[in-house]
Structure formats: structure tokens, C-alpha cells
């Protein structure tokens, strides 16, 4: 075997990409209900109104990964399912459906993660500036209290926020998820508040019930340079590195945010900025969530490249080259499954206050339709999970205190600005009849589970 006994295995999802429901049972509307209903901004006009309704069909849901082996399920709350306006005001129904959620996930075994926040804000609250509005430090402390008092007596394991860099600089720079705004200043401001709220929620969840493993999950990366006599390169993916890997893992262990970046924002950051704000940064969490899909190239950035004007998520001259190495996903990104070994050793290595890891989000994209026999023989996903569990158990070996990994995703779903034209899932769903269908990766990760790895020992090791 590779792993050991304790190791957890889990598949992941979120609200917004398979509830549905979402004028059910007194939900408000979401930033992302606005997003997609705005023409143009998601492909072939999709919305998550259905999704894959399983606000209706959990129980079926939970049954697939019981049948599979899961032991752990890794799903997000929707705030406006729970305070429909973000608001003190409850909506009772919403926390009974997460209530029937979490004791169906019990019944069957299965370990509950929970994230607070997935991307879905109440759009309530962002007509009042949301995550630009420094009044969100306190109303995400408050919802997250909330949630716990209602559901940490069965639910030990928290995730405060999922990808705090999408939300500031796709949802607030580049625009091309919600809720679509492009400008810098507003997004300095939601990466400092996002790494406020993480801090804050802790503290709040810990003075409701202090005995929650509570972290974040955070999309990380490796930045690779094949000139590193090009100082242009080497400067932006140092920049970059600390736009994406640094800045919120830093805050919450250092109370400090890269200095490269401190310098290159400026008085944009010193703006948003109180007395005290870098001491409430820094809190203690249980682990780290790392969200890990492939690694980034970097090329000299040409003089189209422009950040702003060509929608970079990159406040600065930065290109992500063409020519990555291997078979890219539907997505376009490499598969590079010794990223993430080199990644996890990279952060057991430079951030030791970190005493937990876990592989919250690792998956790839590609469109498998069943066959003739109903199969789904999608063996290139199952090839994907094969070399990044590998990669987990290579890192291990070499120190790296990883104790999870959540495939992604369960199933296919709403890929976000993608729409329904991504499938991410080792399970298939028909979106007209919501017909699930378990993948050949789904059979090869249920073998890993199973054997503990064992199954993985003929690859090279």
C-alpha cells in the first residue's frame, strides 16, 4: 500500500455548480444566479437553476459515493439557501436541507467537509459593494457562527473560504466570473478583505465550538520559467507567485503579505489598510486546503499583453506560453502531476507552521459520453487521477504531511463561466434526464480507496 490506514479519501463539489433549487425553499438570489443570467457572460446561456438537482436526488447522490467507497464529502453551504439576503434573517428550510444533507452523509458513513463560502454570494450583499465592502469581515464572522452553531455538533471539519484568488482576481479584475467587475482597485480591496474574513470566521467558529478542524482551500500552483536569464519572466512569475501562492497563506501564518506585491500595489493597498489589520491576518488553522490542477509556464509577455485591456487575471505583464509540455485537458491546461509532489514539498518545506495538508480539489475536464453499452470509458481522467495520486504518495515519502485528497468532482456539473460544456466529474450526469452514471474513473478510484494505493504499486514509484 502507499498510503496509511488514516488517510481519508473524498470527492468534492459546491452549491451553486450541482444544487439546482434555486428558487426553492425561500433561497435568495446569488451573485452567480445574476452573472448567468446576464447574456453573454456564460457559454450557451447556461444557469445552475437545475444544475444537477441534487437538492432533490442528495440521497441517490450519497448512495454512488457509499457504493464507491468515499469516505469523506467535501460540499459548500449556499449563504442565501441559509440568509437569503445575507442578512441576521434566517430561512429555516435551508438549514434543514443542509440538516437532511449532513445526517444522510453520517448514516452512510460518510466524513461531512464543509465549505462556507463557494463563490455564491448573496446578492444582497453585493448591492452593498460585497466583498469590496469592508463590512463583509464581519457579516462572513457572523454567517460562518451561524453555520456552526447549527451544524458543528456533527460536522467537525470547515473550510472558511474556497479560492480566495478567483474571487479577487476573476470576479473583480478580469471579470469572467462573478460578479464580472474589472477593475484593480476594487480587486486589492477583495483580496485584503478575503484574507480579513478568513481570519475573523476562525476566531468566530472557534467561540461557538473550539474543538472544529477549521482551513482554507487555496488554488496553488508552480510557476515554471524556461529562461531564467530573462529577468522580464523571472519578475513576473515572482509576482505571480505571490499573487497566487503567497498572499493568503502568508497572512493567516506570517500576519504579512509579500513584499514584492506590498511594493508593486502601493497606495492602492494602503488604502484599504487600518492599524491593526496585519496582526488580525494572522491565525492558527488545522490544515491547508490545496487546490491543484496543473502548472503554469511562463513566456515574455508581448506588447499585447497588456493586463487589463486583454483580461488577464495578472495585474501585470504576464503570458502563460502555449507550449506546455504533454496532452492538455478540455480545459487547456497540462497535465503535470509532479507539479503537485513538487508543490506539497515546496509548502511543507517553507511554510512548517503548516502541520496538515489536504488535497481538497484535484480533477481534470474531459467529455466522455456512454457508449453503446452505457459505459462511460473516460481513461484519460483515470489515467489523470493514476498520476496525481502518485504524486501525493511520492510527496509523502519526501515529507509532506498530506493526510486527504478530494477527487473533483463528483459529478459533472455547472463548470461556472464554462457552463455545462466542461465535465469535471468521475460520475456522469445526463442534463436532461439528471441520470447518473459512475465513470471507468470513478471504478479506478474506488480500486485506489479499496487498496490504500496498492493498486498504483506496478506504476514507476
Not at 433549487?21 to 444557469?47: C, E, L, M
Not at 491565525?283 to 513566456?299: M, Q, R, W
Not at 480539489?361 to 502518485?390: K, Q, T
Request: aromatic residues 12%; contains cysteine; glycine residues 8%.
Amino acid at each position: 500500500m502507499l498510503f496509511d490506514d488514516d488517510f481519508r479519501w473524498g470527492t468534492a463539489t459546491s452549491s451553486y455548480q450541482i444544487e439546482g433549487a434555486t428558487r426553492t425553499d425561500g433561497r435568495g438570489p446569488s451573485i452567480w444566479d445574476t452573472f448567468a443570467a446576464t447574456p453573454g457572460k456564460v457559454v450557451n446561456g447556461d444557469n445552475g437553476d437545475l444544475a444537477c438537482d441534487h437538492y432533490n436526488r442528495f440521497k441517490e447522490d450519497i448512495a454512488i459515493m457509499k457504493d464507491l467507497g468515499i469516505q469523506a464529502y467535501r460540499f459548500s453551504l449556499a449563504w442565501s439557501r441559509l440568509f437569503p439576503q445575507g442578512t441576521s434573517v434566517r430561512e429555516n428550510r435551508g438549514f434543514d436541507f443542509y440538516n437532511r444533507l449532513t445526517d444522510s452523509l453520517l448514516e452512510a458513513g460518510i466524513e461531512p467537509l464543509v465549505t462556507a463560502y463557494h463563490w455564491d454570494l448573496p446578492q444582497g450583499l453585493q448591492d452593498k459593494g460585497g466583498w469590496a465592502n469592508r463590512d463583509i469581515v464581519e457579516q462572513f464572522a457572523d454567517y460562518t457562527a451561524s453555520a456552526v452553531d447549527t451544524f458543528g455538533d456533527r460536522i467537525n471539519n470547515w473550510v472558511t473560504i474556497n479560492e480566495p484568488w478567483c474571487i479577487t482576481w476573476l470576479g473583480h479584475l478580469n471579470g469572467i466570473h462573478a460578479p464580472g467587475l474589472r477593475d484593480l482597485d476594487t480587486s486589492i480591496a477583495v483580496a485584503h478583505h478575503t484574507a480579513l474574513a478568513h481570519a475573523d470566521a476562525v476566531r468566530a467558529m472557534r467561540s461557538v465550538n473550539p474543538a472544529l478542524k477549521i482551513g482554507s482551500a487555496l488554488n496553488m500552483t508552480n510557476f515554471r520559467v524556461a529562461d531564467e536569464t530573462n529577468f522580464e519572466v523571472v519578475e513576473a512569475a515572482a509576482l505571480a507567485d505571490s499573487q497566487l501562492n503567497r498572499w493568503w497563506l502568508d497572512a493567516q501564518i506570517l500576519g504579512a503579505y509579500p513584499q514584492n506585491l506590498v511594493e508593486f500595489y502601493g497606495s492602492k493597498l494602503d488604502s484599504v489598510l487600518k492599524a491593526d489589520d496585519m496582526q488580525k491576518l494572522q491565525v492558527e488553522t488545522d490544515f491547508l486546503g490545496i487546490n491543484y490542477y496543473n502548472d503554469n509556464f511562463l513566456a515574455a509577455a508581448r506588447p499585447s499583453d497588456a493586463p487589463l485591456s486583454q483580461g488577464s487575471p495578472y495585474p501585470f505583464p504576464h503570458r502563460v506560453d502555449g507550449s506546455a509540455p504533454g496532452d492538455l485537458t478540455d480545459m487547456g491546461w497540462p497535465q503535470t502531476p509532479g507539479g503537485l509532489r513538487d508543490l506539497l514539498v515546496r509548502v511543507s518545506q517553507e511554510w512548517p507552521q503548516v502541520k496538515e495538508l489536504s488535497i481538497t480539489e484535484n480533477g481534470a475536464a474531459f467529455d466522455y459520453e456512454p457508449d453503446e453499452s452505457g459505459e462511460v470509458n473516460d481513461l484519460r481522467r483515470a489515467n489523470y487521477l493514476d498520476d496525481h495520486i502518485v504524486a501525493v504518495a511520492e510527496a509523502i515519502r519526501d515529507g509532506a504531511p498530506v493526510k486527504s485528497y478530494f477527487a473533483w468532482s463528483l459529478l459533472d456539473n455547472f463548470e461556472w463561466a464554462e457552463g455545462y460544456a466542461k465535465r469535471f466529474g468521475i460520475v456522469h450526469v445526463d442534463f436532461k434526464t439528471m441520470k447518473r452514471t459512475p465513470k471507468a474513473s470513478a471504478r479506478k478510484y474506488s480500486e485506489i480507496i479499496a487498496t490504500r494505493g496498492a493498486s498504483l504499486l506496478a506504476r514507476k514509484y
